[in-house]
């Protein structure tokens, strides 16, 4: 896929946005519709990848023990103790669990941060894992762990054979949109079994205009 052809896409779909004569800025949607699986060996992904450039702004929130409260800082958007564990109940758990869009904890706490939020955080996929770098282990750098996140994005084809991320708006510079794209685009080649091939077709689109093709 010649990066020229997702530069065109990204500027017809500014223009759409533009034709739309919104008074809010308009995101653009990166959008790839996939084949559907035909066996068993094409396993669905479900997982997560770092655009080059964010797009969206994330919320973080990290369970830790008193002991590293002062190392954490600013880097997260909220921090939740482990002493205040006790104070969240099932209503406070499921609005914090849908508030935010990553969690991490500290490693030592594991088992208490499974007992009291576990059940809510894993069904919306959101449970820190290793696997997303969301564990924070003894001596971590917790400011880059943020901020790396901070350009996350999850891939789930589990139930749906179509891939939809944000890759920017209508005041993101083009390359930065394209960059993003072609991102998208190099993952999905090496996650799918059959590269490129898996791919039907790819769109991206603003927020209240029509879906450009690439």
């Known amino acids: 896929m010649e990066p020229e052809r997702f530069m065109q896409a990204v500027k017809k779909a500014k223009e759409e946005a533009a034709s739309s004569k919104k008074k809010f800025v308009q995101s653009l949607d990166f959008i790839a519709i996939l084949k559907p699986?035909?066996?068993?060996?094409?396993?669905?992904?479900?997982?997560i990848t770092y655009l080059p450039n964010r797009a969206s702004e994330t919320?973080?929130?990290?369970?830790?023990?008193?002991?590293?409260?002062?190392?954490?800082?600013?880097s997260f958007s909220k921090v939740v103790l482990k002493d205040d564990f006790a104070k969240y109940d099932k209503k406070a758990v499921k609005k914090l669990s849908k508030e935010y869009d990553y969690f991490f904890a500290e490693a030592s706490i594991m088992p208490q941060v499974a007992a009291k939020f576990g059940k809510q955080l894993t069904a919306l996929n959101k449970m820190p894992n290793p696997k997303s770098g969301t564990i924070i282990a003894?001596?971590?750098d917790f400011s880059a762990s943020a901020k790396k996140i901070s350009s996350a994005v999850r891939i789930n084809t589990k139930?749906?054979?179509?891939?939809?991320?944000?890759?920017?708006?209508?005041k993101t510079e083009d390359q930065k949109i394209v960059d993003n794209m072609t991102s998208l685009y190099s993952f999905l080649k090496?996650?799918?079994?059959?590269?490129?091939?898996?791919?039907?077709?790819?769109?991206?689109?603003?927020?209240?205009?029509?879906?450009?093709?690439?």
């Open 37 to 47: 699986r035909k066996t068993k060996n094409d396993v669905p992904i479900d997982t």
């Open 59 to 74: 919320k973080t929130c990290a369970f830790v023990d008193k002991d590293i409260i002062t190392q954490v800082g600013n």
């Open 159 to 170: 139930k749906n054979n179509a891939v939809l991320i944000k890759v920017g708006d209508e």
């Open 138 to 140: 003894p001596g971590a």
């Open 190 to 214: 090496s996650s799918l079994g059959n590269g490129e091939n898996d791919i039907k077709r790819m769109y991206i689109k603003p927020t209240m205009g029509k879906k450009v093709q690439v």
